[in-house]
């Protein structure tokens, strides 16, 4: 019902910015909620972003300052920009969002994006 593409991956030198996209397709009446997770090998899955449908936004300890999280509610996106990259920001970042599909309007559906890769150089 729902489909993420992320964008905007690569790789940066430390001290640099980069800006995720994630664009959101389908048949639903409304996302509540979208978020950015990162995960790097051997590790679970974190959140790094929230943002809900009203713009209430929530940080992961490790970006706050410097990640700001936003939306575009018109254009079903969601952008992460990330300033002040350090190596440890390294990962594959993937999207996700909570939505309300047309063919079940009842519920409530968690969908993710394939991920893009944020590599930060020392």
């Known amino acids: 019902q729902v489909q993420l593409v992320e964008s905007g991956g690569g790789l940066v030198q430390a001290g640099g910015s980069l800006r995720l996209s994630c664009a959101a397709s389908?048949?639903?009446?409304?996302?509540?909620?979208m978020d950015w997770y990162r995960q790097v090998p051997g590790e679970q899955r974190r959140l790094v972003a929230t943002?809900?449908?009203?713009?209430?936004?929530n940080y992961a300890d490790s970006v706050k300052g410097r990640f700001t999280i936003s939306r575009d509610n018109a254009k079903n996106t969601v952008y992460l920009q990330m300033n002040s990259l350090n190596p440890e920001d390294t990962g594959v970042y993937y999207c996700?969002?909570?939505?309300?599909?047309?063919?079940?309007?009842?519920?409530?559906?968690?969908?993710w994006g394939q991920g893009t890769q944020v590599t930060v150089s020392s």
């Open positions: 389908g048949s639903f009446f409304s996302i509540e909620v």
């Open positions: 996700k969002a909570v939505a309300r599909p047309k063919s079940y309007s009842t519920s409530l559906f968690q969908y």
């Open positions: 943002i809900t449908s009203g713009g209430r936004t």
